[in-house]
């Protein structure tokens, strides 16, 4: 059986410490399917289309990892993928808190469903989608802290 693991979020932009989780959780699960959630209420920055494009940008060398865009609850993505786990990152003690009630939340929905954690690389315990937005937005160079498939898309909205 193949060992399959969602990883959900809003990569507004994907960022190279989502990039480290996924690269993590591959050597975990035989197949990472990056769910981007749509979240309006989020107003993300990038269109849906936009972040899903840069995900899959970012992994068209890696036969093991495929992207989809997806709303609604995470466990019925699970269900569709064959996923048996949610794979989430860790930065600091802040982020548990909210880790902690969605993985119990998700547990509730779904016993069958384990979510796996994994700690960022040091270098990237600093790198947030929000920090990159702002930094960018404001001219700062991001390049060695995104992939190279976001650049550009970061440079468009800076000049619109
Ligand atoms: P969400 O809107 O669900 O928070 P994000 O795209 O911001 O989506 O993050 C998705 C997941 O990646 C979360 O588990 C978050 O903690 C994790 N993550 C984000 N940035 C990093 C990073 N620099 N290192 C490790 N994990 C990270």
Redesign the pocket.
């Known amino acids: 059986m193949q060992r399959t693991a969602i ?6 932009p ?5 990039v ?2 996924v690269r993590r959780g591959m050597k975990l699960f035989d197949r990472v399917v990056i769910g981007v ?1 749509a ?1 309006p209420n ?1 107003q993300p920055l990038f269109d849906l289309d936009v972040r899903l494009t840069m995900v899959r940008e970012t992994f068209a060398a890696e036969a093991q990892v495929t992207a989809v865009a997806f709303s609604g609850l995470l466990v019925n993505l699970a269900h569709e993928q064959q996923a048996h786990a949610i794979l ?4 600091a003690a802040s ?1 548990f808190e ?2 902690f009630q969605m993985a119990t939340m998700n547990r509730r929905l779904d016993e069958d469903i384990e979510t796996a ?5 040091e270098d ?7 920090f990159i937005r702002e930094i960018s937005g404001m001219g700062g160079d991001v390049s060695e802290l995104v992939p190279a498939a976001v650049l550009p898309f970061l440079k468009s909205v800076r000049q619109s």
């Open positions: 990883y959900p979020g809003t990569f507004d994907i960022t190279l410490g989502h480290d989780v959630a979240n989020k989430r990152g860790l930065r982020d909210y880790e954690f994994v700690m960022a690389r990237y315990t600093f790198v947030s989608s929000r």
